[in-house]
């Protein structure tokens, strides 16, 4: 969608809003757009972010509620306001006002991934430290009088699809480039959490100076790295893309060896990359390529690192 967007002359912007907008309506792997990854109370809420590399706009919506264009909410922060990124409720008030309907993001899948989880005692859960224990019953919970922390060593309690994001990086032929992400998040996340995906630099990254990136997986802890951002700039350094997303990942690794995560690179001549981290049961990233040279959108494969 997004490569016909700007076969038909559409803006790079245009390209990243239509195709994660795609996205966003076909529900791509359950984790993006409406029906998938109900929170703890079982709601669906939205997160998206576009970024323009030439201006270094960058527009964002997190916890969006009850409306289902996340991406194009997002890029209606860039064209309305002076603003990067809105939240929650406030968020779908901006969203109505800009025109966009309000809608029921529940699904008869979201409500039956819902009650499953409620029936297997909350697991798993994103709590820690807390009373009653979070690693064998449903809260709601507490800290403890108490406090006593235990470390708990679990890598990222989520199951291991290829991607939990779709994440987009655009270049057009005058070397243009643009970005954007959007999701659901993670599923059975704590109301208010918001991830990597809306954050700029996290979730994804652009500047038609250098390139553009947009990373997927656990973005509670990838966020704290700025991934999309340091990949940029080492490709600015004259880093191949490839390895500026093998660094990337390396740069996590040391401190969270068993994360979730892949991020996807590409410079302003076109060339491109991607790297992610291997752990069990993911062990090759998948993500498509459409270019001048492939002629049509082509699926390419990495072995994680």
């Known amino acids: ?17 239509r195709g994660c907008g795609q996205c966003e ?8 757009g409406y029906g998938g990854s109900p929170d703890e109370s079982g ?17 964002a919506v997190a916890d969006l509620r009850r409306v289902k264009n996340a991406i194009g909410v997002a890029r209606k922060v ?7 990124l809105l939240v929650g409720e406030s968020a779908s008030l901006f969203a109505v006002r800009m025109g966009f309907p309000y809608e029921d993001l529940t699904t008869q899948k979201s409500l039956s991934l819902y009650s ?15 009373v009653p224990d979070s690693s064998k019953s449903c809260g709601p919970y507490k800290r403890p009088e108490e406090v006593t922390y235990k470390e ?13 994001t779709i994440g987009m990086v655009v270049i057009g032929v005058s070397g243009t480039v643009a970005s954007g992400t959007s999701t659901n998040g993670a599923i059975h996340k704590i109301p208010g959490r918001v991830g990597d995906s809306p954050i700029a630099g996290a979730g994804s990254y652009a500047d038609s ?8 997986g656990d973005g509670d802890i990838m966020m704290r790295f700025l991934p999309s951002y340091q990949a940029v700039e080492y490709m600015r350094m ?12 390396s740069r996590i690794q040391k401190y969270a060896p068993k994360f979730f995560g892949a991020i996807i690179c590409a410079n302003t001549t076109g060339s491109y990359g991607a790297a992610c981290n291997k752990v069990p049961g993911f062990t090759q990233f998948h993500f498509m390529v459409s270019s001048p040279l492939l002629g049509r959108p082509t699926e390419q494969v990495v072995d994680c690192i």
């Open 78 to 84: 860039i064209e309305y306001t002076k603003h990067t």
């Open 25 to 32: 309506i076909d529900q791509c792997d359950g984790s993006v």
């Open 238 to 249: 004259g880093t191949d893309p490839t390895v500026a997303c093998q660094k990337v990942i």
């Open 152 to 164: 708990e060593q679990t890598s990222s309690q989520r199951s291991f699809h290829n991607h939990d």
């Open 1 to 17: 969608t997004a490569w016909r967007v700007l076969e038909l002359g559409g803006s790079e912007l245009d390209a990243v809003e």
């Open 116 to 130: 499953e989880w409620l029936n297997q005692s909350c697991q798993p859960n994103y709590w820690k430290n807390v």
């Open 209 to 216: 100076t250098a390139g553009g990136a947009a990373a997927t």
């Open 43 to 59: 709601e669906t809420t939205l997160d998206a972010m576009i970024m323009d590399g030439n201006t270094m706009e960058v527009g």
